[in-house]
């Protein structure tokens, strides 16, 4: 089972190109491994150039939008701060004293979204994080296997329910999930992790997708699982971030139940060692709680 997972991963991966835009919101350990390594030096340079344009002395959020996409962005932004969880977490970042989250669009991968160019500094904390919004992420539904709850709102979409603004800014919430995640992630697990799951990769594609391979047990053990766990874990909390957003924004809708429902099928189904944090989501508003996730 773990070994059909990582096959399959390192197929979606291998495709990734011609993939990403329908696998929606991603941030593949392979495939953006040269991506998300910025090196120490960098991270000085924080310092060094504080009061520079580029790196301001304290945090908040920098938002680079260019004037063609300003005006559906500004509709995304304005639906994820309907909420107090997205009032709450997008001010916790607007004053933070410490880390610049950039957020931008781009027109490659425009259904999907993406986190990372983290910083650090040298006493290894996150100090800067850039978040893209695809052109489209109000289209496009990723698979329920990985994305359980952004999937959830497709037929509530079809059945026009919800609009694309709501995807757009679950897909938003998703992402600052993985920020939040990832600015309570060890510097040195991250980057362990960052070298290390292409090495795991490599000895499992000549090893004959033996994952009790000693090499590839004792690589799983350092970097805190094999890659398919450490992907999935990452991807789960940017879904729960994402779950809790949509909490807040279908609490008064007749579907709530419905919704989450089928969030809850889709994580029984592909997601069972990680059902605790999405049930602890349910259970935190009495609303949802009443829909029986138990
Ligand atoms: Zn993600």
Redesign the pocket.
């Known amino acids: 089972m773990r070994a059909m997972r990582i096959v399959l991963l390192l197929m979606l991966f291998s495709s990734f190109a011609f993939l990403a835009p329908r696998t929606g919101?991603?941030?593949a350990p392979m495939a953006k491994s040269s991506n998300i390594v910025e090196g120490r030096s960098e991270t000085t340079g924080v310092s060094a150039r504080a009061g520079n344009a580029v790196f301001p002395e304290s945090g908040g959020i920098r938002e680079a939008i260019t004037d063609k996409h300003q005006k559906r962005y500004q509709e995304w932004k304005t639906e994820f701060l309907s909420t107090d969880i997205g009032r709450a977490q997008w001010e916790m970042y607007a004053h933070h004293p410490r880390i610049v989250l950039t957020i931008t669009i781009s027109d490659s991968n425009p259904e999907g979204?993406?986190?990372g160019k983290y910083k650090w500094n040298e006493a290894g904390e996150l100090v800067a994080a850039t978040i893209t919004l695809g052109s489209h992420v109000d289209q496009g539904f990723p698979s329920s296997v990985y994305?359980p709850v952004m999937n959830a709102l497709e037929p509530f979409e079809s059945a026009r329910l919800i609009g694309g603004t709501v995807l757009a800014a679950t897909k938003l919430a998703?992402?600052f999930?993985?920020v939040m995640r990832i600015a309570g992630t060890p510097e040195s697990l991250y980057k362990l992790q960052v070298q290390m799951v292409p090495v795991y990769n490599k000895i499992f594609l000549s090893n004959g997708h033996n994952v009790n391979d000693p090499r590839l047990v004792e690589l799983a053990q350092k970097m805190g699982g094999n890659p398919v766990e450490i992907w999935e874990d990452?991807?789960y909390w940017?879904?729960a971030n994402a779950m809790m957003f949509l909490r807040d924004r279908v609490a008064k809708e007749k579907f709530h139940c419905r919704l989450f429902g089928k969030i809850k099928q889709a994580v029984e189904e592909y997601a069972k060692d990680y059902e605790e944090r999405f049930a602890e989501i349910a259970k935190s508003q009495g609303a949802i709680y009443s829909c029986s996730w138990k």
């Open positions: 919101v991603q941030a979204a993406g986190s994305y998703h992402e999930g993985h990452r991807e940017g879904e």
